[in-house]
């Protein structure tokens, strides 16, 4: 169990031990070992990596004569408290960005296209800006930009004079202050179609969360792409402390794959208790 503390789930970036992944080890008298260990999911496209970094260890012990793997999967508990210690080993390694300790993040986003998610982006973060609050609000569904028309912004986004970052365009909203930044506002063509990978759409968001100067916010909006793809592993990464509100419509359908993001999204620590919650303005 101590060697297999050592192989490391690449997704969750935790070890498989932690994760309550390793389910069992059996030793037969002939030196046979076998590992019981538990995925995710029985479709895990990194599996082929955790077998070979379990067999790898396993057998280097002294009188070891082979290696087997019991494959299995983890329960939904499981899966979540899976979930809950990936989210907090990354919230205590987390990434340096532009984005102050003192703003809370909400993520916005759904499981399907189409629900509404940008326009509650877009009328939550106006909202709390009239309410007198800074706002930052991040536009981080790249090849499906929205939020410049719905703010009727134009223009591009320009750097700053005294640093190599970026500024994001900023407008005031009643008594406080707009921050916005999206694609929509470095391409030329509002049309433009952004035939770009997982890697690359990765590279784009960490770019807007590390290279914009952001400034000091009250709170930063994001709106995520639908669904769950590498994007928005990488912002959970990221942002390992932002909270998240998922949209659906009450089609029975979009609220069975809204579940499945609010599964990755779940957090480490419970909810806050009603009188703790923060409150959305009246206007929102």
């Not at 509650?120 to 939020?147: F, H, P």
Request: hydrophobic residues 45%.
């Amino acid at each position: 169990m101590a060697l297999l503390s050592d192989v490391i789930d690449p997704e969750l970036g935790s070890n498989i031990v932690e994760l309550g992944m390793v389910k069992g080890t059996e030793v037969d008298p002939g030196g046979q070992v076998t590992v019981t260990v538990a995925l995710t999911t029985m479709g895990c496209p990194l599996r082929a990596q955790i077998q070979r970094d379990v067999r790898n260890r396993v057998a280097s012990l002294p009188g070891v004569s082979g290696v087997d793997i019991s494959w299995t999967e983890l329960s939904s508990a499981g899966k979540a408290k899976a979930m809950a210690i990936a989210r907090r080993n990354i919230a205590e390694t987390a990434p340096d960005t532009e984005i102050p300790v003192t703003t809370k993040v909400l993520l916005i986003a759904s499981g399907k296209g189409g629900v509404g998610k940008s326009s509650i982006s877009v009328n939550l973060a106006v909202a709390l800006a009239t309410e007198g609050m800074t706002v930052g609000l991040l536009d981080a569904d790249i090849w499906g930009y929205s939020v410049p028309r719905m703010l009727d912004l134009t223009g591009r986004l320009e750097g700053a004079e005294t640093e190599r970052k970026i500024l994001p365009q900023t407008r005031e909203v009643g008594e406080g202050t707009l921050k916005v930044v999206s694609m929509g506002l470095l391409v030329d063509d509002e049309q433009t179609a952004l035939m770009w990978r997982g890697l690359i759409l990765n590279r784009a968001v960490r770019h807007f969360l590390e290279d914009v100067l952001w400034g000091p916010m009250d709170f930063l909006v994001v709106d995520m792409p639908p669904g769950t793809g590498d994007v928005q592993m990488g912002i959970a990464k990221l942002l390992p402390r932002s909270e998240m509100i998922i949209v659906t419509t009450p089609s029975r359908s979009l609220q069975n794959v809204a579940g499945g993001a609010a599964f990755w999204a779940a957090s480490p620590s419970p909810p806050p208790s009603p009188n703790s919650a923060w409150r959305v303005p009246s206007g929102a």
